[in-house]
């Protein structure tokens, strides 16, 4: 996965009913783009460092 700062990662509910998680990506440590990210969840304004699983999509903040 390949990301920049501004862009959203929207992640998949696990079950029936459970809610998709989106997130804005604050900091990448990695020139490369590469997980690990500090996002901050939309749901709760928390701030977390994020490993992204095979549930997870990168939204980018260029496609508007």
């Known amino acids: 996965m390949f990301a920049k700062v501004g862009d959203r990662i929207l992640v998949r509910g696990h079950r029936m009913g459970q809610p998709d998680r989106r997130c804005v990506i604050l900091k990448i440590d990695h020139e490369d783009g590469e ?30």
């Open 35 to 64: 997980p690990p990210y500090v996002v901050q969840w939309d749901d709760s304004e928390r701030q977390d460092l994020y490993f992204p699983g095979s549930d997870a999509t990168v939204i980018s903040s260029d496609s508007k």
